[in-house]
């Protein structure tokens, strides 16, 4: 009796296709948990693909990542200084690997290094964005000076821009291009985060490199309804108001059933990101009323049952969530599904069954 996800294997692999067909340079994003669906899975996706180039967060993830894929692999994460020896160690041995270098002093150390004889390895370089999670500056002319003269001893794969979600990300593109231009650096290619197929294709249109863009959510989960995610049913209890339930003893808001149901916070039920509620007092209150209602045991969850979101009777536990079903709704069975919906880039499963045409399998 496990948290499972379904998964229709043939909805998602076309979903996948025509993501493809309509940005042929596509470089799939696989990374942390595989986006709920597991790096070697993911892995094994872009094989089926056929694209040349796969990225993955860490130098961690690579193994997986060559365990089904025999192409390119771009680590996302910036090389760092300590990290150079290693990095050319393995330059020559590793010709499919790619690092990024996000600071203009490792990518001077790497061009100290290629001017000695020396086998470095296959680069991207990020720039800066409004994300500012890392990259070299395209905003001081010394900065782009620098990068233009390093460049002329480091080969390089291209230049890489990890944009906002939200806001003028095509407008930050263009700008970086024109500041390059002006700086006479001629990128080989543009790699590009969280743009759409129209904002592709006008960089496409304005540059003679190929663009590539690299995505992970749009990929993987464009189209939702290919999974569903349930958790089993493991007991059954009747419930009546003002019952003692859980761990603290919370006293139940209402009479039906109590059903205990996989699935907890070792799954990632329940567990949220952090947001940004600074600039929106609906958000803000939301949020409060969230932290009431939670130590009121009137928290809703994510699962349902018959097309009804259940509450939680009690915390999460670790892996079984306890949750009231209403007395208007008939309870399930022990050995019944209640349908979970959950953050997929956090989660972890039991079990992955796919399902559909032309056979179905059970992947622990």
Known sequence: MT?????????????QDRLLAELPGIVPVVKGNGYGLGRRRLA?????????????????EVHDARAEYSGDVLILQPLGRDRIPAAVAQAADKPWLIRTVAHLEVLARLASLAAQGMTIPRVVIELDTPVHRHGISWNDAADLRDLRDL???????????????????EAVAHEVLDRLTSARIDPTALWVSHLGKREVQGLTARVDVPVRPRIGTLLWHGDRSAWRVAGTVLDVHPLRRGAA???????????????????GTDHAVALRGPTNNTGNWK??????????????????????WQGKRLHFADVPHMQVSMLIVPE???PPRIGDEVECQIRMTIATFDEICVVGPPSTEAVA
């Not at 043939?10 to 979903?15: D, L, M, V």
């Not at 794969?157 to 979600?165: C, N, Y």
């Open 151 to 169: 460049l002329a001893h480091v080969p390089h794969e291209g230049i890489a821009l990890h944009l906002p979600i939200e806001g003028p990300r």
């Open 328 to 330: 208007e709704l008939p």
């Open 44 to 60: 094994r996706q872009c094989r089926r693909l056929g694209v040349p180039c796969m990225a993955v967060g860490t130098p961690g």
């Open 3 to 15: 948290f499972t996800l379904y998964l229709d294997e043939q909805s998602w692999n076309a979903q």
């Open 245 to 263: 339930v859980g761990y603290r003893g919370r006293k139940s808001p209402t009479t039906g059933s109590l059903i205990v149901v996989s699935g």
């Open 283 to 304: 958000r803000r209150l939301h949020a409060m009323a969230a932290g009431v209602a939670h130590g009121s045991g009137l928290t809703i969850s994510p699962f349902s």
